[in-house]
């Protein structure tokens, strides 16, 4: 079936580590999104890519970087700058807004990252 | 700036009951999209509608429907007799039509009790 695929679903960082949280889509899509969830405060966008090998900064995106060698993968590294990286992590895809229509976006299972 | 609100924190109904979640949005663009998300407690954030600001036709799918007014730039939802299985958090986004992602409210938890 379809669908985007984040993994490990739970992960636990010690102060100072990089993490790296993965994300791979089979359904073609050219966008892909990386959010932050914190209890109460919805959603907030930290990276963004539109198309391979390009992708830009969102809301929050100090302390985290991405890359985007693949259609398919969008992988975020929480780096040790991150000073409060423990949240929820969901990556999501769509397609590119053509034509003036904003496309749904399709959201993975997500990542709890907890440091400890 | 677009921005989203979503004043109800939580919400909780018993069964049966039906419940209205409000949305409130804030843009200066004349074409923008709202969209609904579900979030069960798994976590992945489920797709449920997308309007786009032309549109404000009212928006029924069973026991769910949309009431979309741009005069109060409101998109409400509401859920008809509810169900112990409608229990999640719900959230409320809006988006431009670049291809830029969505701005989501706080999200209105619901609690829906037998």
């Known amino acids: 079936d379809g669908g985007i695929t984040q993994s490990p679903k739970y992960l636990f960082r010690k102060e100072g580590q990089n993490v790296t949280l993965s994300c791979e889509q089979n359904?073609?899509?050219?966008?892909m999104y990386w959010y932050r969830q914190d209890p109460g405060q919805g959603l907030r966008l930290i990276y963004y890519?539109?198309?391979?090998?390009?992708?830009q900064k969102g809301d929050i995106a100090e302390g985290y970087s991405v890359s985007r060698e693949k259609k398919e993968s969008f992988p975020l590294t929480v780096t040790s700058a991150q000073k409060n990286p423990t949240a929820f992590y969901l990556c999501?895809?769509?397609?590119?807004?053509?034509?003036?229509?904003?496309?749904?976006?399709?959201f993975g299972q997500g990542t709890r990252l907890t440091v400890v | 700036a677009q921005k989203v609100t979503q004043a109800q924190t939580e919400i909780s109904v018993v069964e049966k009951e039906d419940v209205t979640l409000d949305c409130v949005y804030e843009?200066?663009?004349?074409?923008?999209?709202l969209f609904w998300y579900k979030q069960p407690p798994s976590g992945e954030l489920v797709f449920l509608i997308r309007?786009?600001?032309?549109?404000?036709q009212n928006e029924i799918s069973g026991r769910y429907s949309w009431n979309f007014q741009k005069s109060t730039s409101s998109f409400n939802f509401t859920i008809t007799a509810s169900q112990v299985v409608d229990s999640a958090v719900y959230f409320c986004?809006?988006?431009?039509?670049?291809?830029?992602?969505?701005?989501f409210g706080k999200g209105t938890s619901l609690l829906v009790t037998p």
């Open positions: 890519s539109q198309i391979v090998n390009d992708f």
């Open positions: 999501a895809s769509s397609l590119t807004g053509t034509g003036g229509v904003q496309a749904e976006a399709f």
């Open positions: 359904l073609n899509h050219d966008a």
């Open positions: 986004a809006l988006s431009e039509p670049s291809g830029y992602a969505l701005n």
């Open positions: 843009t200066r663009d004349t074409t923008y999209y």
């Open positions: 309007r786009n600001s032309f549109d404000e």
